[in-house]
């Protein structure tokens, strides 16, 4: 018996794991370039536009990994 599902269900409809990491990953994103604005820290950045695709992605990897794998 495994204890981590491999799909999540809402209703009848199953959504694969990567989803929600996704989902989280992109929230978590938004909420540390929403920091990094505030702090005044982007201007460091040459494009803090990418900053915040490569902390999706970071953020996602992680989650994946430890909070909802696959």
Same mark, same amino acid.
């Given at each position: ?12 409809? !199953?959504?694969? =794991?990567? *989803?929600?990491?996704? $989902? %989280? ?10 920091? @990094? ?7 460091? !950045?040459?494009? =803090?536009? *990418?900053?915040?695709? $490569? %902390? ?10 430890? @909070?909802?794998?696959?």
């Amino acid at each position: 018996m495994h204890l981590i599902p491999h799909e999540l269900h809402i209703g009848e409809v !199953f959504f694969p =794991p990567i *989803l929600l990491d996704a $989902a %989280l990953g992109l929230v978590a994103a938004s909420i540390t370039a929403g920091l @990094l604005n505030r702090f005044r820290v982007s201007r460091y !950045f040459y494009h =803090p536009s *990418l900053v915040l695709i $490569a %902390l999706a992605v970071i953020y996602t990897g992680l989650l994946s990994i430890f @909070l909802f794998p696959g």
